[in-house]
């Protein structure tokens, strides 16, 4: 939902309550695509029965190259 870190507790329920209110499944990603900033929404996912979809952050630009990236 935003681009800063938000409380585990705040997740948690963020994606608690999404399930219950329909979403099946949760797409989840980090800025910084560092996959330790995933666990708790997987988590979370997981326990409350919806379906994780893991992401990665990418864009083509002069600086950002397939090369590079």
């Known amino acids: 939902l935003g681009y800063k870190p938000y409380p585990d507790d ?7 309550h999404s399930l219950k209110n329909g979403i ?4 989840i990603f980090d800025a910084l695509n560092d996959p330790r900033n995933l666990e ?6 997981k326990k ?3 379906i994780a979809s ?7 630009s002069p600086v950002h190259t397939l090369e590079k990236y």
């Open 48 to 50: 409350f029965g919806g």
């Open 24 to 27: 099946d499944i949760i797409r």
């Open 10 to 16: 705040v997740v948690e329920k963020f994606v608690e």
């Open 54 to 60: 893991g992401t990665i952050c990418f864009t083509i």
């Open 40 to 45: 708790v929404a997987v988590k979370a996912t």
